[in-house]
T-cell receptor
Framework: EDKVVQSPLSLVVHEGDTVTLNCSYEVTNFRSLLWYKQEKKAPTFLFMLTSSGIEKKSGRLSSILDKKELSSILNITATQTGDSAIYLCAVEGTSGSRLTFGEGTQLTVNP | NAGVTQTPKFQVLKTGQSMTLQCAQDMNHNSMYWYRQDPGMGLRLIYYSASEGTTDKGEVPNGYNVSRLNKREFSLRLESAAPSQTSVYFC?????????????FGSGTRLTVV
């Protein structure tokens, strides 16, 4: 059974800080790893990482996939209060063909 | 651009009552999913439909049934609600199971069973 573990589960920082969120996984025949941001309602897609695309960046957010360590990190630099959200990591294996989600990291950015 | 639409947004049920959560997408996606989200447990897959006419169990299917009415609509039914089914329910869709751009989620249904 596929498994995804995120850490920390909760994080409180001040505006301007840099944060690193972690995601480790066990999946049969890894296909992709995805990061989502969830504010008050629906999760919204941030990045997808695959064997052919192990690093993605968008503005202050970046993510790296380490296939050897079966993990990924999501970095957010110069955090803003609008970054406060739950960040979800999910993986997809070719055998299951559905996403398995981790517990999420609740990030709170204080002014 | 509606995306994925879920109804209702909120619902309170008494134990033993039944209800159907509705989900519709207008993106011509083939695959649709129902997840529940509980504190500290992330999103857990209840049922999914790879394509119109097919449905399969996910991680936590007990107490639920689904219907893929057509390509657009995928409903989730609770036949006899239990307090353990108090949760936030999300419907999602993707182009196919082997998606390339992730899932699109609805805004969720907050269900309380008393």
């Amino acid at each position: 059974e596929d498994k995804v573990v995120q850490s920390p589960l909760s994080l409180v920082v001040h505006e301007g800080d840099t944060v690193t969120l972690n995601c480790s996984y066990e999946v049969t025949n890894f296909r992709s790893l995805l990061w989502y941001k969830q504010e008050k309602k629906a999760p919204t897609f941030l990045f997808m990482l695959t064997s052919s695309g192990i690093e993605k960046k968008s503005g202050r957010l970046s993510s790296i996939l380490d296939k050897k360590e079966l993990s990924s990190i999501l970095n957010i630099t110069a955090t803003q209060t609008g970054d406060s959200a739950i960040y979800l990591c999910a993986v997809e294996g070719t055998s299951g063909s559905r996403l398995t989600f981790g517990e999420g990291t609740q990030l709170t950015v204080n002014p | 651009n509606a995306g994925v639409t879920q109804t209702p947004k909120f619902q309170v049920l008494k134990t033993g009552q039944s209800m159907t959560l509705q989900c519709a997408q207008d993106m011509n996606h083939n695959s649709m999913y129902w997840y529940r989200q509980d504190p500290g447990m992330g999103l857990r897959l209840i049922y999914y439909s790879a394509s119109e006419g097919t449905t399969d169990k996910g991680e936590v299917p007990n107490g639920y049934n689904v219907s893929r009415l057509n390509k657009r609509e995928f409903s989730l039914r609770l036949e006899s609600a239990a307090p353990s089914q108090t949760s936030v329910y999300f419907c999602a869709s993707s182009v196919t199971l082997q998606h390339n751009y992730g899932y699109t989620f609805g805004s969720g249904t907050r269900l309380t069973v008393v």
